[in-house]
Structures are given as structure tokens and as C-alpha cells.
């Protein structure tokens, strides 16, 4: 359960993650929310796009939840990153990460970050992309490895881990909404759960 300083609003608000990123991203806001785990089978479908799979999954999660806290408001959020139109999601192992990393040297990779807000009490639904795109530096294998064991990403969808020692393997980072990097858009996450009815400030 994250501390608030700031009162919310009488609706609870539920975080449908596991992630721990996410959950530290949420707190800032500094809201009263628990967190629950939205037990979603996160395998993308034949034919989808990376972009596709991250919207579906976010409002899965965010429908998954809601239906056992139908009063509450509930985010749901999902990242996946698109090489050229290849999902690359989150490596597991260490040879895994490896791989990915050679991929997506000296490449440029749009991580594809949904979010979803869902309240069955009062009908309220909407979900939001945030893409980011980054350019990865060209890595030497001596860098990959060290950054793999300093920062261990292998719970990161690409591996990379831009809140750590992941920003000294980027050439660069574009996007409206910084946070989504890390794993949850706040500027559009503030924006949904406001309409939603949860008081944010």
C-alpha cells in the first residue's frame, strides 16, 4: 500500500500490476492506491502488431482487476518494444538480454507503452499509447555485459533500464510523456484517473 500525503477521492483507486516500476512511478502522485496482480496471459496474437499487443494487455489488466473491485478505479498498463515491427518483450535471462541488446545496438527502438483506466461502477473506460522512441548507441560486448550486471534489467521489456545505469547505453530519448520509458505515462495516467474521478491535487 503506497503512503498518501494527498487525500484521494472517496472511489478506491487500484493499481493492476505487479511491476514494481510501475508501482514506484504511481506513488509519486502521491494517492492512496493498492495494488493487485491481474493475472493476464500477456502472449501477443498471431498477426499483432507491438503496438496492438501493449493496448490490448494494458485494458485486459485493467478489465481483469475491475471485475473483482467493480466499485473501484482500476490502471491497467503494459510496454512492449518494436524493432521494425518486431516485439521484443522482456528478456528473463541473461543470454536473452544479451541478444536483445546486439539487436538493438546502434538501432532505434519505439517502446510502445498503453495505459487503461476502468471503473465498471460507473461505465468509465479509456485507454492511451505513449510511444517513446530511443536510439540505442552502437554497444561493444564488454559494455553490454557490464551494464547487464550492474543493473540486471531482466524484468524490462528490451532490456533497458533508462532510470539506472540504462541511460549510459542511449543516444538519445523522444517523447511527450517521460515516465513512460519507465513502464507508466503519468501525464496521461493523471489525465485518466482525474475523468475517472479520483482527485489528483
Partial sequence: MA???IPASSRALVLGSTSPYR???????RVKFDVE???VDETALPGETPARTAVRLALAKARAVAARHPS?????????????????????THDNAVAQLKLMSGQTVVFHTAVAVVCLETGFEQQELA??????????DDEIEAYLLAEQPYDCA???????????ILESI???DPSALVGL??????????????KVL
Fill in 174 to 176: 523522444e517523447s511527450d
Fill in 3 to 5: 503512503e498518501p500525503s
Fill in 185 to 198: 505515462p503519468l501525464i496521461r495516467t493523471c489525465r485518466m484517473i482525474r475523468a475517472a474521478g479520483v
Fill in 72 to 92: 473501484a478505479v482500476v490502471i491497467g498498463s503494459d510496454q512492449v518494444a518494436d524493432l521494425d515491427g518486431r516485439a521484443l518483450g522482456k528478456p528473463g
Fill in 131 to 140: 510511444p517513446i522512441t530511443v536510439t540505442f548507441r552502437r554497444l561493444g
Fill in 23 to 29: 508501482r514506484e512511478l504511481l506513488s509519486r502522485l
Fill in 158 to 168: 528490451g532490456s533497458a533500464r533508462s532510470e539506472g545505469l540504462g541511460i549510459a
Fill in 37 to 39: 496482480s491481474p493475472r
